[in-house]
């Protein structure tokens, strides 16, 4: 009975997610554009390398930065043992220049950055293999997750005990090239993705055209006469916010400014309320492209903040940065193209007049009231 | 913008923003300590595995010996949830670990192994083979008939009951045949059976004392009884032991009737482990505290973690965790159809009526329509979600 009831007790868990993550070490392979230099960096958990050469010396069950320091050259003797990389078939020996420490998501890692210079053997230089041997031995659940940049281009590759070796292709003809076309393609959809689901953007867009077939004669919004003086109207705006958001946009993300996220999403709210509230009570009429251009830079640290989180590396920061600001120019113009014609169209009507402009600005209003009150203090208002 | 992709943005962000702080750095201080180990070194646990480990290094083709070591880190790993144990286990039967002629410890091992990994079919082809050689092992049963169980077999589950019967122990198949019972309809005589079990064995170690309420409680929700269950769970908690599972399902309990606001205080110290951070998480976004966010961004860390190592052992969590806090319900479909194809309990069933609810998709929910009306399962929560799964249009 109790040995069925024990059996039973452990097979509660049959199907149960693990508690904690599994080991794993990072390890990333950089080559310079000659190859035969390579730059590397690999993060092996503390508990591991404790486990596998003993790191507390003391005992205690507490690993400190001085035992760490204390066991750098075991750590490094043991690490680069299990771990070849060879270019062309000739062997590139290892060299340890720097060990520190890092925090990953289950705990501290000894983080070793290493040099390798290859022996460069005749012929061409088209590949590279690695071979991955740590840890296997003693647990078979280990995983080595090698990232390998090389020309622009990132390859990962899983390694374990089935399957501890990998093989790169170098000067790969087709991938570095095709691989940046295809991910700047990939920014720019992401700009304008942006621009369609950042609905702040939108929004502060709208209130700055709204009147942009109108014009104003005694405090009231009257229809322009022609679409040439409404056009020119929209061609300010839009330009003026396209440049200052890419200014700042490129400053953030290349980290020269930056804003905390909740201050930038708070003024952005801000700045939809002003847009608005500017038709309502007129105060700025022909000089809107100037507040699109000051307000254009704070909602530029909001572009950076979705760019930065698409995952930058430096190789490709450009082709982000480009890639992604065109995407949300297309994705602004689209929605100019679709405006101006109706806005137009429609601009002598009382209902375009009251209820577009005057009715859905007051909306707008209220609503990035309420972002704003829920950026700033950090409440929840919307029902999610 | 949409809510989703707001929520989404935000725990990109917040994960990107954890990513960014961390960088490798110099510690300055010696004293420093940067990571505390599971066990010391003078822990009795620690030199009893010490000293397995220097004997099967002596004798590496003593599979005796690799099966004791393996059996001890499979303990450890049960009790802690900690995946490196099962691979020190599965490292010490790397000899024989691909091999058909293994010797039967080692096989028996391999499988528990094997499940722990959620390769169910492995464990079931390599308990079949050591259940050939030792049938009166009360403990390949009992694992086949989770195992089956967990894959909604109950048909094979129940003649590995009969096994019981058959070659060991009477008390045993009740048990065995009692959970199964009570996911074929038959709950309420399953609950009597399973009372029966409890009010018997009243020496039994409290570790057996708890898996006995824990399914109580069980049955008593699919009975419709409340208040019964919550008696139950009180009494297993009571007992003092540490138990996720346990924990889980209470916290589960309590989510499900509106008491969001006991969870932090039961899951206190527990966010370790991912399947009580995710209770955490969900019940953090169902109060909204200041700062509520921070166990969904751990849990997502997490989730990213394991998906850069392509594991695939967290998909029921990971599909509850995009639907209820980031409101994917896409996403999360796809996440509970998966899991469901792996394995098919009744929180399996749940989580993907839930997501097909969600994403307005009644096709995606079929599979559970048609297994709630194959097994009887009783559940009224899960046959709320089939009528409003039914009243989808089509």
Redesign the interface.
Known sequence: MMRFICAMFLAFYAAMAFAHKASDSYLTITPDDAVAHIDGQWDIALRDLDFAMGIDADGDGEITWGEVKAQHERIAAYALARLSLRLAGGICPLRVVEHLIDEHSDGSYAVIRFTATCSQPRGRLDRLDIEYRALFDLDAQHRGLLRFTHAGATRSAILSPEQPTVTFALHDGATPTSGRWAEFSQFVQEGVRHIWIGFDHILFLLSLLLPAVLVLRSRIWQPVAAFRLAGWDVLAIVTSFTIAHSITLTLATLEVVTLPSRFVESVIAISVVLAAANNVYPLVDRARWAVAFVFGLIHGFGFATVLGELGLRSSTLLIALVGFNIGVEIGQLAIVLVFLPIAYWLRATWMYRRMVVLGGSVAIMLIAAVWFCERAFNLALWPV | ???I?R?V?AF??G???SAMQ??????S???????????????PMARELRELRARVAANPDDPDQAATLARRYFRLA?A?????Y???G??AL?TW?ARTDAPHPVVKMRALLK?Y??D?SGALTDFALAGQRDPSD??IW??R???H??QADYLEATNDCTM?KRH??Q??WA??QA?VDGMIGKASAAYAAMADVYAR?TT??P??R???L?RLAELALRMGKAVQAEAHFKQALALRVDD??LLAAYADFLLDHGRAREVPALLKGWT?????LLRLALADHVL?L?GGGAHAR?LQ??F???A????T??L??EARFRLHIL?DAKRALALAQENWAA?R?PRDARVLFEAAIAARDAQAGKPVVSWLESSRHEDPVLQRLARELANLPQ
């Not at chain 2, 010696?30 to 822990?43: C, F, G, H, S």
Request: aromatic fraction near 8%.
């Open positions: 913008m949409s809510l992709a929520n943005v990109l962000l994960t990107w923003l961390a960088a490798p750095y110099l510690p201080d010696d004293a420093k300590v940067l990571e505390r180990l599971p066990l010391k070194a003078t822990d049960m802690e949830g900690d995946p490196r099962v691979g020190y599965e490292a790397q670990w499940q990994k959620h169910f009360e403990e009992s694992w008939a989770a195992l169980i967990v019981l060991a122990s008390v045993g048990s065995c959970w064995d039994a170690a570790s057996a708890l898996w006995t824990t996720q599972y370790k482990s991912d399947i009580l909204q200041p751990a860390s997490r990213t973690a394991a850069m190592r392509r594991d052992l967290h029921q969590e409101g394995q309990e």
